[in-house]
C-alpha cells in the first residue's frame, strides 16, 4: 500500500440531518446503464464544501443516491502512471485537445481496482476503457502482470515500457443519478494527493469537485441548482492539480491562475 496521509472521516454537513439517507437508492447493479463511460460529455464543477447541504437540498427531490453495501459514500484511491517526462502531465498543460490519462482507480471499501484507459477527445467528448487489475497500486509496470500490460499495448498512446508511477489520490466521492436515469453526478471531497516522485504529499480540505456526466448537450436540474448557488464551469484535473501541489520544479503556467482562482472559491 502507498503510505498516505491517514484519509479524514466524511467531514459534510448534511451528515448531520441525514438527508444522503432520505435519498432513494439505486444500486450498482441499477447503475450500469446510465454510467455513461464510453461516450460522454463532461462538466466540472468548483465550490467550497460548506455550500453541500444547500446544493443537496435543492437537487434531492430530482436524484437517487447510489449505495454500495449500504454505504452512500465511498472512498476512492487512484494512482496515475506518466512516461519519465510527464507526457501526459506536459500534453494537458499545454492544452493538447486530444489527450490521455493512464490510472489504476481502486474502490478501497469493495476491496475492487481497473487499469484505466481514459481519452478526451477535440470535441470535448470523454471515453473510458478499462479492465481488472489485481493491484491496487504498482512500483513498476512490471508488477502490473501479463493480461494489463496486454490491455496497455493495444490501447495506450504511449509507449508502455516507459510509464512508470507518478501520483497518487485519495477522496471520498458520492454518486447521483437523476429520476430519468439521463445523467449522472459525482461530488468529490476531502481530497489528498502523493507524488511517487517527490514523496510530498497534502490534503486540500473545503474543496467540492462536481463532475454532470451525460450522453448529450440537453436541460439539467442539477446544472440549473448550481446556477442558483452561482457555481460556474471550472475545469480541474485531479492529476495536474495534484502534481502542481506535490512537485515544486514542474512547469504550471497554464494552471497557476486556475489554482488561484480555486483559492479564492474554497476561502
Not at 153 to 161: K, L, P, Q
Not at 203 to 211: A, C, F, K, W
Request: net charge positive; glycine share 4%.
Amino acid at each position: 500500500m502507498v503510505n498516505f496521509i491517514p484519509p479524514k472521516c466524511m467531514n459534510i454537513p448534511i451528515a448531520e440531518n441525514g438527508l444522503l439517507e432520505k435519498m432513494p437508492p439505486i444500486t450498482l447493479d441499477e447503475m450500469q446503464g446510465v454510467r455513461l463511460m464510453k461516450d460522454r460529455i463532461d462538466c466540472k464543477f468548483v465550490a467550497p464544501a460548506s455550500l453541500f447541504r444547500c446544493l443537496l437540498e435543492d437537487i434531492a427531490p430530482c436524484f437517487k443516491i447510489q449505495v454500495n453495501g449500504g454505504k452512500r459514500t465511498a472512498l476512492y484511491q487512484t494512482q496515475y502512471l506518466d512516461t519519465p517526462g510527464l507526457a501526459m502531465f506536459v500534453m494537458h498543460h499545454n492544452g493538447k485537445l486530444n489527450r490521455q490519462k493512464v490510472r489504476i482507480r481502486s474502490y478501497v471499501e469493495s476491496n475492487v481496482s481497473f487499469l484505466e484507459i481514459k481519452n478526451k477527445d477535440n470535441r470535448g467528448r470523454t471515453s473510458k476503457t478499462r479492465v481488472p487489475a489485481q493491484l491496487s497500486h504498482i512500483r513498476s509496470i512490471a508488477d502490473l502482470g501479463s493480461n494489463n500490460i496486454y490491455f496497455l499495448n493495444e490501447h495506450a498512446a504511449f509507449d508502455t515500457g516507459s510509464l512508470e508511477p507518478a501520483l497518487s489520490n485519495r477522496f471520498y466521492r458520492i454518486t447521483l443519478v437523476n429520476n430519468d436515469e439521463a445523467e449522472r453526478v459525482t461530488i468529490d471531497l476531502n481530497l489528498s494527493f502523493l507524488n511517487h516522485r517527490t514523496g510530498n504529499e497534502t490534503q486540500v480540505d473545503n474543496l467540492m469537485i462536481l463532475e454532470l456526466k451525460q450522453a448529450g448537450r440537453q436541460h439539467s436540474r442539477f446544472r440549473d441548482a448550481l446556477c442558483r448557488l452561482r457555481i460556474k464551469p471550472h475545469p480541474f484535473s485531479k492529476y495536474c492539480m495534484g502534481s502542481v501541489l506535490t512537485n515544486p520544479h514542474l512547469k504550471y503556467n497554464c494552471f497557476k491562475n486556475k489554482w488561484i482562482s480555486i483559492n479564492k472559491i474554497i476561502h
